[in-house]
């Protein structure tokens, strides 16, 4: 045992001579052995008086080793403005508060010409984050922060933190909601943050750019009429399929079914049909009692819809706006549609229901009457497909009892020769259908 300690003690110290000789002729440690000797020492001590939080005593071996050796370690850097953000937030005068900050900032500085170069955390990494601590020490200073946060965006290019850009504008929306930033600026601000955005590659682009579009909206200044000013020149002149895409989320966010979000979405319709611009401009049209034009957009999306459920949901839409046109054989037509492509939508069965029920007023009598068994046999079947909906179900419990108070009498059914339970064909204008004979008694 007593020889094998005599050789691990001989290798370590092999291995320290060894790590000791590669310091004395690496030149990030000086320009000479006894330079790079002395330095060594200094990083050892620099790490010692952090791990204590002796920082007065780091920052002097700190600012010994950037004059001598910038880039030795670059620790040296990362535990050097750890040391300022605490000399920042523990400083008990305005002045010591403002000399720290400027030493982080000059830090980061000194950080990026030596190890700017590295390859994940380089200069975009740290401009970036150089932007975020002045911003969290120092957010009144508002023309410092901006520059910091253009400048790191602009370094960034397509490479850009989105996290970044929503920092900064969430900073913009806070003082906003404060009072302290004019409408047009935040609006202004937005359009230019959007087009960084526009440009970004990251992965996570398209979520963050959610949370971006959703701090816009929150912050009270993109109504209708303000999105309308900043971005009716854009629209007007020649835009671009992003710049609809653009405008056409922040006021669909913000429900605006006006006649600018009509001119938005059938331009972006025009040149990239899709579904949820249809329902828009369907929405919108209807908000404007033009059926007509609601009825196209969404005959337009049925045709390229590809899915049945999203299909059947567009079919639903026309059914009711046709429904509230009093159109009930169009109405009925549609809720069929409907269940053809998804047979197990019971709101497809809820709206022939009513349809049928509409349709009952062109005919009198027990013809009328008997359109109400078609009606309840419907209903029921939908009742079956939402039987989990509680609500649903509630509702069309009550028509059907309604319904079932409007059945002809048994001396209705008597002089038709007609009783309970047997089979009857419904004949009542558009509405048809086979049943059964249920009686009002």
Not at 91 to 111: F, H, N
Not at 256 to 283: G, R, W
Not at 359 to 367: H, I, L, M, V
Request: glycine share 4%; proline share 3%; charged share 25%.
């Amino acid at each position: 045992m007593y020889k094998a300690a005599l050789l691990i003690v001989s290798a370590m110290s092999v291995s320290y001579a060894a790590q000791a000789q590669a310091y004395l002729q690496d030149p990030k440690y000086g320009n000479t052995p006894e330079e790079r000797k002395e330095n060594v020492l200094r990083i050892n001590y620099f790490n010692d008086a952090y791990k204590n939080k002796n920082y007065n005593q780091a920052v002097q071996y700190m600012k010994e080793l950037i004059a001598s050796a910038p880039r030795a370690s670059q620790n040296i850097y990362i535990n050097g403005i750890n040391i300022f953000r605490t000399k920042v937030s523990e400083a008990k005068s305005p002045e010591a508060r403002q000399a720290a900050l400027d030493s982080l900032m000059m830090l980061y500085d000194l950080r990026m010409e030596n190890f700017g170069d590295h390859p994940t955390r380089g200069r975009v990494y740290l401009s970036g984050l150089k932007a975020r601590d002045y911003l969290s020490l120092n957010p009144s200073n508002k023309e410092e922060v901006k520059r910091l946060f253009d400048q790191a965006m602009e370094l960034g290019g397509e490479q850009t933190d989105p996290d970044l850009i929503n920092i900064y504008f969430n900073s913009l929306v806070e003082d906003y909601k404060n009072d302290a930033l004019a409408t047009d600026v935040l609006l202004s601000e937005y359009d230019r943050l959007a087009t960084i955005y526009d440009k970004c590659t990251a992965e996570d682009k398209d979520e963050q750019k959610k949370v971006f579009d959703n701090l816009f909206v929150s912050s009270g200044a993109a109504s209708c009429e303000n999105l309308e000013k900043v971005f009716r020149p854009t629209i007007e002149a020649n835009p671009s399929v992003d710049d609809l895409k653009k405008v056409f989320r922040l006021l669909a966010g913000n429900n605006c079914l006006n006649d600018f979000q009509i001119m938005v979405s059938e331009k972006l319709y025009a040149l990239e049909p899709s579904t949820e611009v249809a329902m828009l401009l369907a929405s919108a049209f209807e908000n404007k009692k033009d059926f007509a034009n609601a009825s196209k957009y969404l005959n337009e999306a049925i045709a390229a819809e590809t899915d049945p459920a999203a299909k059947a949901n567009l079919a639903l839409r026309i059914a009711g706006s046709e429904l509230q046109q009093g159109n009930s054989r169009e109405a009925g037509d549609f809720a069929r549609q409907a269940i053809e492509f998804d047979p197990e939508n019971g709101y497809g069965y809820m709206l022939l229901a009513n349809a049928y029920a509409a349709g009952a007023n062109a005919c009198s009598g027990f013809d009328r009457q008997s359109v109400f068994w078609l009606v309840v046999d419907t209903l029921t079947k939908a009742k079956e497909l939402l039987a989990n909906d509680t609500t649903q179900v509630e509702s069309i419990d009550q028509q059907i009892a309604g319904y079932r108070a409007a059945f002809p009498s048994n001396e209705e059914a008597f002089f038709r020769g007609l009783e309970n339970g047997q089979g009857y064909t419904v004949n009542c204008g558009w509405v048809s259908g086979r049943t059964t004979v249920r009686l009002n008694r």
